[in-house]
């Protein structure tokens, strides 16, 4: 049910969460104080233009934040135990395994030298040690039918190569849900693919919101898609959650006005041809030397003299949350 | 040669590559100055090659292109250069169509000595380009790696309109930009239009975008045109089931979800090996026997589009 608030507990929950990357002119402020509840069967978008930390976070909850990711603070909670503090080898197991992701590129996340069916089994080894191969080749096949591979047997001897791009994306899918994970990211899934395919894919992720029990993370630069597809949405900027709550409540009525802005981007090809299109002025602040105050002042139509001075929290409005002085 | 209203135009184009794939399957089309025509397509729709063949980078298997009346088949070394003044390119990743070894000054400096134009003359006329794009004269000394990736998209903007064509073909202008700044790139395309009163062909897979520039749209799938015409009324009332397909799976946003979408089975058919009859049936919702034997040919309607169907949509009618 769309909209509709689960008593489940979280699967995940992000608390404060900030990520530092250094870099020669140092420290980059790469996320700042994130907070965000992942519950069952329930899709949430992370949206944000270039720079605004959504990949960064993907990153982290799948505990592959690059090397110079330096001041990593915050906790993210799994199921009781804080993923931020667990060795390197403890979150590998949890990989793949609890936490899993699909690529916005599935040729480079498949093998090439290898066919499905190797793939597919070595997905499942560590998560089903005691099941024989027959038994995960049969796992195997059936999760392919379900994400609409047809003949999925005969398809199993295929290599990556000679699958088109949706059908790669299909495989991914498949074998990701294969090791049964609370959490599936899916990082622009469907960027590389025709839009009449994409269609296909998000309606099967839909369609898996409901059997599969984890929850997803639908991670898109692309507003009309995570309006069609998640059923909570995060709107970041530049390192932080500017706005979030149910996504039709969000795009209904906006209250950032970063989240404003960027629904008036976006093209309405039903427009009056002579207007404008509208953009936003200016750049994204320096992360390195993040301005005092609200992170979009500095772009923001609205901005009033408080908001140069003291970053505004997230404010619960009637509906959702936004970090914006306007909402109190 | 002089012509009343200059065009670039295919017509009836085939461009068959090496091993017989045939990417563009005898299409008729043509741009006007002034004008702004989109081409929209998924992959193997033929669209970047159609795009390629105005610019004498695909050679025809069969057809003609002309640009303003001449024939490019029939033109010799010299007259090449005559083209490439005629017709420019911009391609969808503005760093890799400029040399990174390169300042922009030297980049922007290249057409003027290519075309043997006078340099006095035509310097300050690549200065005032620069300030109309937003570029400063600080640009002129930096590497393309030096620059944003908006700047050098407008550098290679600057330096198609150093020669000033009258064409302008876009090849996804808006691939891989933030929504914020997609728009001010698309306004500045719609003023460089009217200022150099240019014609430009908009080839993307951005509806929105297509949607919202363009007067005229063609609508390809497989090496044909399936529906052609004036962009607001294919829009709002296709005729084509493609049509109406790709329009329906494109995502708006839509917090009520009041759309009805509809979602086509099965993949997009190889172009080596296109369906037989109508290319679209294997995929329609709509088809019927017909379609399977019989290819529907362009047929005009009394609203100024084309569009091939046996079975088109009523609304449209």
């Given at each position: ?99 899993a992701?699909i690529?916005?590129?599935p ?36 999760m392919l039918?379900r994400v609409g ?19 790669r994306q299909r495989v991914m899918i498949a074998m990701a849900l294969l ?5 599936l990211?899916a990082?622009?899934p ?11 894919i998000?309606?099967l992720l839909?369609?898996l ?120 | ?317």
């Amino acid at each position: 049910m769309r909209g509709a608030i689960t008593n489940e507990p979280p699967l995940v929950e992000i608390e404060n969460l900030s990520v530092d990357f250094a870099t020669s002119r140092g420290a980059m402020h790469v996320l700042r104080d994130v907070s965000l509840t992942l519950a069952p069967r329930r899709i949430v978008g992370l949206v944000g233009e270039s720079g605004s930390g959504k990949s960064t976070l993907a990153l982290a909850l799948l505990g592959l934040l690059p090397t110079n990711a330096t001041g990593v603070t915050g906790r993210i909670d799994l199921s009781g135990v804080d993923l931020l503090s667990l060795p390197p080898e403890r979150i590998e197991a949890l990989r793949g395994n609890r936490i899993a992701m699909i690529f916005q590129d599935p040729m480079t996340a498949l093998n090439p030298v290898f066919t499905l069916a190797t793939q597919l089994i070595d997905a499942q080894r560590r998560k089903f040690p005691r099941l024989s191969r027959s038994e995960l080749l049969e796992r195997a096949a059936k999760m392919l039918t379900r994400v609409g591979i047809s003949d999925a047997r005969a398809r199993l001897s295929a290599y990556p190569h000679q699958l088109s791009g949706g059908q790669r994306q299909r495989v991914m899918i498949a074998m990701a849900l294969l090791c049964e994970p609370d959490v599936l990211i899916a990082d622009e899934p469907t960027t590389a693919l025709d839009v009449t395919i994409e269609a296909q894919i998000v309606d099967l992720l839909k369609e898996l919101r409901e059997e599969f029990a984890g929850s997803i993370v639908f991670v898109s630069h692309s507003l009309g898609l995570i309006s069609d597809l998640c059923d909570e949405v995060a709107v970041m900027y530049a390192g932080k959650i500017v706005e979030s709550g149910p996504t039709a409540e969000v795009f209904a009525d906006p209250r950032h006005p970063y989240t404003q802005a960027l629904l008036a981007c976006e093209i309405d090809p039903g427009h009056d041809f002579s207007e404008r299109l509208v953009t936003i002025k200016g750049e994204l602040p320096d992360l390195v030397a993040v301005p005092q105050g609200c992170i979009f002042a500095p772009r923001c139509p609205s901005r009033f003299e408080k908001c140069g001075t003291e970053p505004p929290p997230l404010h619960v409005a009637p509906t959702h949350a936004a970090a914006c002085w306007l909402v109190e | 040669m002089m012509n009343a209203n200059p065009t670039a135009e295919v017509e009836n184009l085939s461009v068959t590559f090496a091993g017989g794939l045939q990417a563009v399957a005898g299409i008729s089309l043509s741009l006007a100055i002034g004008e702004t025509v989109g081409l929209v397509g998924e992959s193997g729709s033929g669209k970047t090659t159609l795009a390629k063949a105005l610019v004498g980078l695909n050679r025809p298997s069969a057809g003609a292109v002309r640009v303003e009346g001449r024939d490019l088949t029939a033109l010799r070394r010299a007259d090449r250069l005559w083209l490439r003044r005629r017709v420019q390119m911009i391609f969808q990743d503005p760093l890799s169509s400029l040399s990174p070894r390169f300042t922009v000054r030297r980049l922007l400096a290249e057409p003027i000595a290519i075309h043997g134009l006078d340099r006095r003359e035509s310097w300050p006329k690549v200065l005032d380009l620069m300030a109309r794009l937003g570029l400063s004269e600080t640009h002129l000394d930096k590497y393309p790696h030096q620059i944003s990736g908006g700047q050098a998209r407008r550098v290679a903007i600057a330096r198609a309109l150093v020669a000033e064509p009258s064409f302008l073909i876009a090849d996804e202008p808006t691939a891989g930009l933030d929504v914020s700044v997609q728009g001010e790139l698309l306004n500045l395309l719609a003023d460089l239009q009217k200022t150099f009163s240019l014609g430009i062909l908009m080839v993307s897979h951005n509806l929105n975008v297509i949607g919202r520039t363009t007067d005229r749209v063609a609508i390809m799938y497989l090496g044909k045109v399936m529906e052609e015409g004036p962009t607001r009324a294919v829009f709002k009332a296709p005729a084509h089931p493609y049509t109406q397909a790709l329009l329906s799976a494109n995502p708006v946003i839509d917090p009520a979800h009041k759309r009805s979408r509809i979602v086509l089975s099965g993949e997009i058919p190889s172009p080596s090996r296109p369906p037989s009859g109508c290319r679209f049936h294997t995929r329609c919702p709509r088809a019927q026997e017909r379609c399977r034997v019989e290819e529907p040919t362009l047929t005009p309607a009394p609203d100024g589009r084309r569009y091939a169907c046996h079975f088109p949509l009523e609304s449209a009618a």
